[in-house]
């Protein structure tokens, strides 16, 4: 095998990161896909829009939105599940945003939600404008927390390891033991944060703890093709290349274009004497290549 191929070999193999959900990040998203992400009618996104808690409504075709703009959707599509007027949705956040602190920004709108004022949202269904008081506190022989606290409990636990994340993705290139311990905050926070499970794993996979990257992947609940990609990089290294096999065929079909998946089938199917299998998915590889590059 030449110097370059081995190269190749190797840069392809090595277990890829999840990327960062950083605060300023902005992504495309037209009206239908709020709708179907956070269950919000136009008029409340006008709404929100309007009164300056995201940065412009959704128009014609895609609109690009930010993580802080994302977050307060979140919340208020957790305050329209609890069956919470969208009138009194946009003055709870008002009232949420009033209380932060100068120089903070909505990135911590959840957790102030749920911890700094949470009488902006239990009892909503209560509140009264413009006074913002409550006409009488919640029912003491209440059986439960309201469905607006739960709602929001549930939100500040996504954004929190969101947050903590994004300071592990930060921290790789310095300080990895930190990075780690950031991945695991994030998952303790919320046990199906993907991409804190990803990088976790791929971590004490480089660090050569096999073992405790298999099970950090195994314990997704779900899954998706970098996560199967890694999976099955693992578990060549572990020397169970039936199973890797079994995990890059799960990463090409949640992503047919991951054609790094298509390579390493190639050169395991190939090392297993399976000749046909082996040029089926070096072809699929080198057309990849040919239309889009390596």
């Known amino acids: 095998m030449s110097k370059s191929a081995k190269t190749r070999i190797e840069r392809q193999r090595r277990p890829r990161g999840a ?22 009618p ?8 309007a009164a300056g808690y995201i940065s412009k ?7 690009a939105y930010g993580f802080q ?43 102030a939600a749920s911890r700094a004022a949470p009488s902006a949202f239990e009892g909503a269904s209560e509140w009264h404008e413009p006074s913002g008081q409550h006409p009488r506190p919640l029912p003491a022989a209440s059986k439960g927390p309201a469905a607006s606290s739960l709602a929001i409990t549930k939100t500040s ?35 199906d944060h993907l991409e804190a499970r990803i990088n976790l794993g791929r971590l004490l996979h480089l660090n050569g703890e096999l073992k405790a990257a298999e099970r950090v992947y195994r314990q997704a609940k779900s899954s998706s ?6 999976l ?41 004497k399976q000749s046909q299998d082996a040029l089926r998915h070096l072809l699929a590889y080198r057309r990849h290549v040919a239309k889009f590059g390596g």
């Open 19 to 40: 990327r960062s959900h950083l605060v300023d990040e902005v992504q495309e998203y037209s009206q239908a896909d709020l709708t179907r992400l956070f269950q919000l």
């Open 42 to 49: 136009p008029s409340l996104i006008r709404s929100l829009a």
């Open 57 to 63: 409504t959704a128009g014609e075709g895609k609109t």
């Open 69 to 111: 703009d994302l977050l307060v959707m979140r919340v208020a599509s957790a305050l329209k599940s609890a069956k919470i007027p969208s009138a009194k949705i946009t003055a709870a956040l008002g009232k949420i945003r009033g209380t932060l602190r100068p120089g903070e920004v909505l990135t911590t709108l959840a957790l």
């Open 157 to 191: 636990a996504m954004v929190i390891a969101e947050q903590h994340y994004s300071r592990g993705h930060s921290l790789e290139d310095s300080d990895v033991t930190a990075a780690r311990a950031a991945y695991l905050d994030a998952l303790n926070a919320h046990g």
């Open 225 to 230: 093709a970098l996560l199967s990609f890694n």
């Open 232 to 272: 099955a990089i693992l578990l060549e290294d572990l020397n169970r290349e039936e199973e890797a096999i079994v995990a890059y065929r799960e990463a090409l079909a949640q992503d047919p274009s991951l054609h790094d998946a298509h390579f390493n089938l190639s050169r395991l199917h190939e090392r297993a």
